[in-house]
């Protein structure tokens, strides 16, 4: 499988100040991978980086998305190639309704239409549609809400920023589910999948969905990639301390 | 006398203009019609049982007691020299409009108030009177034709609502780059009766300066007054307003929204409380750019002259925040098409009853203040 995504010597400053430090990541075509990592290791600034949030300045390296170098790309372009957020805070946006950003994704788009219609009832959130973005949600329903926007805007490459923080294990299945199905086969190709890159704190969303390869960020590197399940027992095990100890 | 003809008689390109103030020649869409064109009425009609549309100089020929009753009696002709203009016409021009008692009108009646030359002053005097029990919805579009910047609009409109009456009475304007526009009102409410007051200023005058008067006299009246401005450079809105609750169990509430692109926009409006009721004053304002000292200075007012008057206020001022607009554009969105968004959103609020003219005018500031075309 050829690389969606490859990150190549990534250094990003914000407000000035170095966060992340010569990071390389390659994601191939159909691959899901975790970023695990204690608070403040960088793995918010990877996501919204690639993502091309202006806050977050790229001071050295390049960002290859399907083969076309994006680095220099706004928001707009890399979200209408293909690249979709789902952020752990998103702001709350007086007036606009998550129904018009709903529409707008599936404007002109029956078959998406009808998909966002029956994501709405699935994931619990038809009640919520009128309100304004994201105001007095709770933890699930932001999730939620977050994803159904990601489901309607149909990206080759997902990210998510903790989709299994602040959440019960009732919300979490149903998140889970929705993941998959973010993720789920394309029909075109009965062996393929989408991609993406899960931010995970605790670990949790991994028993709801299959990654194939989990990364460790510690102080802005990625210090260390391998099995999702096994990384996951090593931290359990060790906690981060031990893969500090465990960096080259 | 009014020289005409319908309103489906208009020039092409007159009417066009006037659609975009929610002044329609399709007949089915509208109730009744008065056109004044410069200084002249072009056309005034009613095509509905129960009320009567007239021009106001016919409508003080043909009823005395109009003169005795309602002529200068809920604004004063000693107000100020708008007012003190608008009294000095030897022949009033301005429609009057009665609804019968008990009668209610579901399809909109429309007034087009256009100037059409350079240089004109139009002085206006409206009258509008709904019995007992009756409703209507009155849509009132002024402008400037294309190529007119300059003239003056000077306005006086005097509305009577009896009981459980209610009026909901939409105002659009559309004005040139060096107009002067001056509306004065005095609504004066009855027992259990509803006045909704809708401004929107689309492309604003250089300078417009309303002052709107409400009299909420019955039990149970109540006032709403949402009021959308988008600012431009050059230009200087200050759009106030008084109600005066009166009796108990009244209500009103004062809603501004201001997006400012540069210009001077002024957000007022003063609730006195004399009896047991609940007023609240809402002015938020967006600025988008500064340009040439531009500002939006809100000034929400409340006297409280009774123990039992409950009073609120809020005001806020800010401009949109990046992380907002980036997080749509993460959708696919153009910034402008965000930022659209956003103020639309920001222009939305939530008063029920706005009509779908009202909302393509909202729409329509939204798109244009998200491409920074407001002139």
């Known amino acids: 499988m050829k690389d969606l995504l490859e990150i190549k010597n990534l250094c990003v400053e914000v407000d000035g100040k170095e966060l992340l430090h010569d990071i390389n990541l390659a994601i191939p075509e159909g691959e899901i991978h975790t970023l695990l990592g204690p608070n403040g290791s960088g793995k918010t600034t990877l996501i919204m980086t690639v993502m091309g949030f202006t806050r977050y300045q790229v001071t050295r390296g390049r960002i290859f998305y399907d083969g076309q170098d994006i680095t220099d790309l706004d928001l707009t372009a890399r979200a209408r190639l293909g690249i979709g957020v789902m952020q752990q805070r998103p702001p709350t946006i007086a007036g606009v309704k998550l129904h018009q950003v709903l529409a707008y994704l599936a404007a002109g788009d029956l078959q998406r239409n009808q998909k966002v219609q029956e994501l709405l009832n699935q994931s619990q959130m038809s009640l919520l549609i009128d309100r304004d973005l994201n105001a007095g949600l709770s933890g699930g329903e932001i999730k939620r809400s977050e994803l159904l926007q990601l489901l309607a805007h149909e990206p080759k490459f997902a990210m998510m920023d903790e989709p299994d923080s602040g959440v019960d294990l009732e919300s979490l299945a149903l998140i889970g589910k929705m993941i998959n199905k973010l993720f789920a086969i394309e029909s075109a190709c009965t062996v393929k999948r989408k991609a993406g890159l899960i931010i995970t704190h605790t670990g949790y969303i991994l028993d709801n969905i299959d990654a194939d390869k989990a990364h460790i960020m510690l102080a802005g590197r990625i210090s260390c990639s391998g099995n999702p399940h096994l990384v996951l027992e090593i931290i359990k095990k060790h906690g981060y301390e031990g893969c500090v100890h465990c960096m080259p | ?375």
């Open chain 2, 1 to 375: 006398m009014p020289q005409l003809f319908t309103i489906d008689q208009l020039r092409e390109e007159d009417a066009v203009e006037l659609a975009n103030v929610g002044v329609l020649t399709d007949r089915n869409r509208r109730s009744g019609t008065f056109l004044l064109r410069d200084v002249l009425p072009l056309c005034c009609y009613s095509s509905a049982d129960g009320m009567e549309l007239l021009s106001i100089d016919a409508a003080l020929q043909r009823y005395d007691w109009l003169r005795e009753k309602y002529f200068w009696k809920a604004v004063r002709p000693d107000l100020d020299e708008v007012t003190l203009q608008c009294h000095s016409e030897s022949i009033p021009r301005g429609f009057f409009i009665r609804v019968r008692k008990n009668v209610k009108i579901a399809v909109p009646t429309q007034a087009g108030l256009f100037v059409a030359h350079s240089n004109v002053t139009q002085n206006v005097h409206n009258i509008v009177i709904l019995e007992d029990d009756s409703e209507l919805k009155l849509i009132s579009g002024c402008l400037t034709l294309r190529g007119v910047s300059t003239g003056s609009h000077f306005a006086v409109s005097e509305m009577y609502l009896g009981r459980n009456a209610k009026l909901t009475n939409t105002m659009l304007h559309r004005w040139g780059p060096k107009v002067r526009v001056r509306p004065r009102s005095g609504t004066i409410v009855g027992a259990g009766g509803q006045y909704m007051s809708n401004y929107v200023s689309l492309q604003p005058a250089k300078s417009i300066e309303s002052n709107a008067l409400t009299w909420l006299n019955g039990s149970g009246a109540s006032a709403k007054y949402l009021t959308i401005i988008l600012g431009s450079d050059g230009a200087t809105i200050d759009t106030g307003g008084e109600v005066y609750l009166n009796a108990d169990d009244t209500s009103a509430e004062l809603v501004h929204r201001g997006v400012c692109t540069g210009g001077h926009i002024f957000q007022k409006g003063l609730l006195v409380g004399n009896a047991r009721c609940r007023a609240h004053v809402d002015c938020a304002g967006m600025v988008l750019d500064t340009k040439n000292s531009g500002f939006i200075e809100s000034i929400p007012g409340l006297r409280g002259m009774h123990p039992e008057a409950r009073m609120s206020h809020e005001a806020s001022i800010g401009k949109i925040a990046p992380e907002q607009v980036e997080y749509l554009q993460a959708r696919g969105m153009e910034e402008r098409e965000a930022i659209s968004m956003i103020i639309r959103g920001f222009l939305d609020t939530n008063i029920a009853g706005l009509g779908p003219e009202l909302d393509a005018r909202i729409a329509e500031i939204a798109e244009l203040a998200g491409h920074g075309e407001t002139r």
